[in-house]
């Protein structure tokens, strides 16, 4: 599976282990932000906004769940083949889906919607 190349140094080989695993708890963090939206938030959205919100949520939760383990491989392999770490397309789509996140809840908060 990651064939080719030298076994890398262990630190560092635990050190992508450790950056999967805080992605991965992120993508938690917005799955659970989905069903906490969905859940309890009735009182405070109509119901398209609410449910709206949580879709994006937990489709970011699914993206980002993915995309981690795809990095994860990418960076591990790169590793041993001694290559220049791949750029994390994560950033931006996170950064992208919670900056949507909050417009809406912004607008939701001032608009009374």
């Known amino acids: 599976m990651l064939g080719g190349g030298t ?5 560092f080989t635990l050190a992508n282990e450790r950056t999967f ?3 991965i708890r992120t993508a938690l963090a ?3 932000g989905g069903v906490a939206v969905e859940a309890f938030t009735a009182d405070t959205f109509v119901e398209p906004v609410r ?3 949580a879709v994006v949520l937990l489709l970011l ?3 980002l769940a993915v995309a981690a ?3 994860w491989l ?3 392999r790169a590793m041993r083949r001694q290559a220049p770490l791949p750029l994390p397309i994560l950033v ?3 950064a992208g889906g919670a900056a949507l996140v909050a417009a809406a809840f912004l607008a939701v908060v001032l608009g009374g919607v």
């Not at 076994?7 to 630190?11: Q, Y």
């Open 51 to 53: 449910t709206g919100l």
């Open 92 to 94: 931006p789509v996170l």
């Open 30 to 32: 917005l799955l659970a």
């Open 69 to 71: 383990g795809v990095r």
């Open 61 to 63: 939760s699914i993206v």
């Open 21 to 23: 695993l805080a992605w």
């Open 74 to 76: 990418a960076v591990e």
């Open 7 to 11: 076994e890398p140094d262990p630190r």
